[in-house]
């Protein structure tokens, strides 16, 4: 029987996403988890693929503003819950539902489409390319200090229901959310996703707990952590495991990371998503015992060239014609002349002899600034035809600071 794609119906919804978590292993979901995603879904984003009466493939998407270098909130597509059932791999289910979503998220206008990946090999073939990256640690705090700025003793911190604080604390996120590339636009709703908290999850840590900072009255950061209890022969040595950690000023920021140094009974600070340049990191004294990891996060996809490299701006003045190659989303491949600066920029097809060829996974992999086109250059990845064109425009794709999504969906 043909694979037949159909926009998600409410009456069909369970049976969808029933097939979708039989895709990531059959483990049931709290009810908690199901509630929020059954309130956040779009179902006229969502794609079911159906042989008969059974839902073999599902993907869906949010609309999302993200975050890009000069500060602008761009639209863009949140892909999400892609799934094909085991029993029906490799006859183009995939491919075939991520074609009707890159062309319905072109209908719309948006001129990016983002996801984060279960598996990172999967979706190169449909041009997204890894555009952040996360810092990981498991910080050894009975060995490790931090030297902390001056001002830091003005701090004032205080334990606070996370729910009893939401507020502030979003309105603090909102503030913050335009200075870094990569960060997500909350929209109502979106902040209940910071306190889920089901049981599955911790791992045999206590629920969720919040620190705020203050600084005459005004919550100017916050924190929120679960204590994984342990002892051996020693004695207690337990572990802090941070989920969210957000503050205005590096003196706050400190006081927060000072905190989860030193709660009692622990040894261990764990944090899974930071920034790459995240400050802690140069306040540390030991940085060899903070087992640093990295892996990729936010994988972008640039669904129309033109308007995306308009959207944002460019740490040093650029005046480039790249060759682009887009076999999935043809409607990109060609030159396209970009200028731009500090300022703004603009981006139109040309007839113009081109400075760089790339493919469209290339260029969204530096889009946001995380990754340096001089790297992908040197890899094989971009071709230079017009002498020092690396150079130029490696120079004005990057960020002052590093790209970062703050949460996945």
């Known amino acids: ?30 009810p908690e988890e199901r509630e929020l995603w059954d309130a956040l879904t779009e179902n006229d984003r969502c794609i079911g693929a159906w042989d008969g009466d059974l839902c073999v493939g599902t993907t869906g998407a949010f609309s999302f503003r993200v975050t890009v270098p000069g500060g602008a909130q761009v639209p863009a597509a949140g892909v999400t ?14 491919t075939s539902m991520m074609r009707r979503q890159l062309d319905d998220v072109r209908a719309l206008g948006e001129p990016l489409a983002i996801l984060t990946a279960s598996e990172p090999a999967i979706y190169g073939r449909f041009g997204y ?6 810092l990981s640690a498991d910080i050894d705090t009975s060995r490790v200090t931090l030297t902390v700025p001056a001002g830091t003793d003005d701090v004032q911190l205080r334990f606070a229901a996370p729910q009893d604080v939401l507020e502030q604390c979003e309105a603090l996120y909102a503030r913050t959310s335009g200075s870094r590339p990569g960060m997500i ?24 707990q919040c620190v705020v900072a203050e600084r005459d ?36 920021h400190a006081a927060l990371w000072r905190f989860l140094f030193g709660v009692d009974l622990t040894s261990t600070v764990r944090v899974r998503n930071r920034p790459l340049d995240d400050p802690w990191q140069y306040l540390v004294s030991d940085i060899r015992r903070c087992g640093l990891q990295v892996r990729d996060v936010l994988h972008v996809r640039l669904v129309d060239v033109g308007a995306a490299l308009e959207a944002r701006t460019y740490q040093a003045p650029v005046d480039v014609v790249f060759d ?13 002349r970009l200028t731009g600066d500090a300022k703004g920029a603009s981006c139109g097809r040309v007839d113009e002899p081109a400075d760089l060829a790339l493919s469209v ?28 064109a690396v150079a130029e425009a490696s120079l004005a794709f990057g960020s002052d600071v590093a790209p970062w999504l703050p949460h996945g969906f």
């Open 324 to 336: 682009v190659v887009d076999d999935f989303c043809p409607w990109n491949t060609g030159r396209w």
């Open 1 to 30: 029987m043909r694979t037949e794609l159909k926009v998600l119906r409410p009456a069909d919804r369970d049976t969808w996403y029933s097939g979708l978590l039989l895709a990531f292993g059959g483990t049931p979901e709290s």
């Open 361 to 388: 996974k290339e260029l969204a992999a530096v889009y946001l600034g995380g990754t340096p086109l001089s790297g992908l250059a040197a890899a094989g990845l971009v071709r230079e035809l017009r002498q020092g």
């Open 129 to 134: 390319g890894v555009a952040t990256r996360q």
């Open 185 to 208: 636009v909350r929209t109502p709703g979106w902040e209940r996703l910071t306190l889920l908290d089901p049981p599955s999850e911790r791992e045999g840590g206590s629920p969720l």
């Open 217 to 252: 009255g005004d919550i100017v950061g916050y924190t929120r952590f679960r204590l994984k209890p342990a002892w051996d022969a020693a004695g207690p040595c337990g572990a802090v495991v941070v989920k969210h950690i957000n503050a205005l000023d590096p003196v706050a």
């Open 81 to 94: 819950m892609v799934s094909v059932a085991a029993t029906h791999r490799r006859r183009g289910i995939l």
